[in-house]
């Protein structure tokens, strides 16, 4: 089976603009989480989707939003973007909500933003 | 709130050694997960183990062992005979069923820890 997949892998952007990254859960996984992660820290947690529904946010601005569509796939948005936005974007899907559910990471795209 | 500490930033070994990363969390929650991820040069996040709060049973799987420790809140990972291509960064995560009964399978990462293997 196929595993999560990410487009675009790379992006470059100016400030201020816009961009919309996109993932592909694993084949039977429902749940849809984005993380972004700064060079030389850990990942660090954005949004989670199951079933189209928000489930959970993390500490992010109102510029970064996302969604889910009916074939569980999902788009993260990120609007007037910052050159703190720079980061490795990651998707990972699982198969339900609960912890006990391992997420299985995608293999990101690379924002950067100039 | 929640937190997982990897305190060692970078360590360099030679192969055959073996190597262990150490991982300290904190959660007030008595129902939590523990995880370890390695993360190659290629970025992509790799699934190593899952341990949940109620067994605190050691676990061996070939080459890699864990050592889970509830009383000093500590999930150690150690590498026996170590090989070049384990060369990573290693993530040690914590995931917990928050005080309302119901998670949202967040994932909290440490810092990781930049193991490099030298021929």
């Known amino acids: 089976d196929a595993g999560v997949t990410q487009s675009p892998t790379h992006l470059i952007k100016t400030r201020g603009q816009q961009v919309t990254l996109r993932c592909s859960p694993i084949?039977?996984?429902?749940?849809v989480s984005w993380y972004q992660q700064v060079l030389g820290q850990g990942p660090q947690f954005i949004f989670q989707?199951?079933?189209?529904?928000?489930?959970g946010r993390g500490n992010f601005p109102d510029r970064f939003s996302a969604r889910q569509f009916p074939n569980y796939s999902s788009e993260l948005n990120v609007n007037a973007l910052l050159l703190g936005d720079s980061a490795l974007y990651l998707c990972?899907?699982?198969?339900?909500?609960?912890?006990?559910?391992?997420?299985?990471f995608g293999p990101g795209t690379r924002l950067t933003v100039t | 709130a929640q937190k997982v500490t990897q305190a060692q930033t970078e360590i360099s070994v030679v192969e055959k050694e073996d190597v262990t990363l150490d991982c300290v969390y904190e959660?007030?929650?008595?129902?939590?997960?523990l995880f370890w991820y390695k993360q190659p040069p290629s970025g992509e996040l790799v699934f190593l183990i899952r341990r949940n709060s109620f067994d605190e049973q050691n676990e061996i799987s070939g080459r890699y062992s864990w050592n889970f420790q509830k009383s000093t809140s500590s999930f150690n990972f150690t590498i026996t005979a170590s090989q070049v291509v384990d060369s990573a960064v290693y993530f040690c995560?914590?995931?917990?069923?928050?005080?309302?009964?119901?998670?949202?399978?967040?994932?909290?990462f440490g810092q990781g820890t930049i193991l490099t293997v030298h021929p």
């Open positions: 989707y199951y079933e189209k529904e928000e489930r």
């Open positions: 959660t007030r929650d008595t129902t939590y997960y």
């Open positions: 990972a899907s699982s198969r339900g909500l609960e912890e006990r559910y391992e997420q299985y």
């Open positions: 995560a914590l995931s917990s069923l928050n005080a309302g009964g119901t998670s949202y399978g967040k994932l909290t």
């Open positions: 084949s039977g996984h429902k749940s």
